[in-house]
């Protein structure tokens, strides 16, 4: 979807029948029977049901590889290669097609993969909740779109690459694992483990490497509050009335607020619940310290473009489109013309 959404032309293979397994993850379903969950990752794709099993249709598959510029896939390990449409045939058959391939666990491994299960064995769960608690996954399937990043990355970087002159067959083809994509963004928890040698813990709303940087409850609702330097935290202090924390020398690193987090985060606890959420946003933002308020999901919603037919406008600088489609809405149109339907379409 984000590379539709930067203007490439996108064909999705489905399955005949069924289609995608997404289109019946809900509800909620939309009027013509589609889920959300469905809708919010296949704008400006076009539909192609296609049976593996069927010659025809995997000759049609192989003529849209020859004019291809990528091709992206998350088989398991020989699905393709025994149809004759792997990417060692393929890549061999076409010097300038580019291969992504988006796996569970590693190329060699068979097992499926997701979100769910990545979170919960690449260290996610064993860091999100609160310090006591029971592990908890985050509450989107970011691993899937962490991976899914990686992958748009790698993808341009291999159209990079073919601009500037031939390329050899395994630098044509990259493979984007769910598993190494999560661990990767453990960034600086992985970081603290290699560097300590002890194992990283679950910490809530807390941060283990900076203090104050968590969730106080003000008098009516809760707030955000991410002193992230030294002079925030002076500016801090001061607009909170708390002087005699601005004065404590003991407290003017950030390694000495995290020797002492309990003091101050009792000190801000009391602070914070004497006045409303608003008023304390007020006098931090005149203080220039990042705050911010806990706000639903509908609230949050509000702030960007968003359409109940397309999801949330692209955070790239791309454009939606097209709606995403409904199974093999545009199979005869690729099926008699390939990839010069979309021109067609476009008018050209």
């Known amino acids: 979807m984000a590379l539709g959404d930067l203007g490439a032309d996108v064909i999705k293979i489905e399955r005949p029948g069924s289609g995608d397994d997404s ?67 393929l890549l061999g058959r076409h010097p300038r097609l580019l291969w992504a391939t988006i796996t569970g666990f590693g190329d060699e491994s068979t097992r499926i993969g997701y979100d769910f299960v990545v979170q919960a064995e690449q260290g ?13 996954k985050v509450g989107v399937a970011l691993a899937d779109v962490i991976a899914g990043k990686d992958a748009v990355i790698a993808i341009l970087a291999l159209l990079a690459a073919r601009a500037r002159g031939p390329m050899a067959l395994l630098d044509r083809r990259v493979t984007i694992s769910l598993a190494h994509s999560a661990t990767a963004a453990l960034v600086n928890v992985a970081q603290n483990v290699l560097v300590s040698g002890d194992d990283a813990g679950r910490w809530g709303n807390a941060h283990p490497n900076l203090v104050p940087y968590q969730l106080f409850d003000a008098a009516d609702r809760p707030l955000a509050l991410a002193v992230g330097t030294d002079a925030q935290w002076r ?71 968003a359409s109940p037919a397309t999801g949330v406008a692209p955070s790239l600088p791309g454009t939606v489109r097209s709606p995403p489609p409904r199974l093999d809405e545009h199979g005869t149109a690729v099926r008699e013309l390939g990839w010069s339907a979309f021109s067609r379409a476009r008018g050209a």
């Open 23 to 89: 289109r019946g993850w809900g509800p909620p379903f939309d009027e013509r029977g589609e889920s959300a969950y469905f809708l919010s990752i296949n704008r400006n794709k076009w539909s192609v049901a296609a049976d593996l099993d069927r010659a025809g249709d995997v000759q049609l598959i192989t003529s849209l590889a020859a004019d291809a510029d990528v091709v992206v896939e998350n088989f398991r390990p020989g699905m393709l290669e025994k149809r004759g449409i792997g990417a060692s045939v």
């Open 124 to 136: 996610w769960m064993a860091i999100t909740g609160e310090p006591g608690g029971p592990p908890l």
């Open 235 to 305: 500016a801090c202090s001061l607009a909170l009335g708390l002087h005699e924390l601005a004065d404590d020398p003991s407290l003017a690193t950030n390694a000495g607020r995290v020797a002492r987090r309990e003091h101050v985060v009792s000190h801000l606890t009391s602070r914070f619940r004497e006045r409303p959420a608003a008023e304390w946003m007020t006098v931090l933002s005149a203080a220039e310290v990042p705050a911010g308020l806990v706000r639903s999901v509908r609230e949050a919603l509000g702030s960007v473009a």
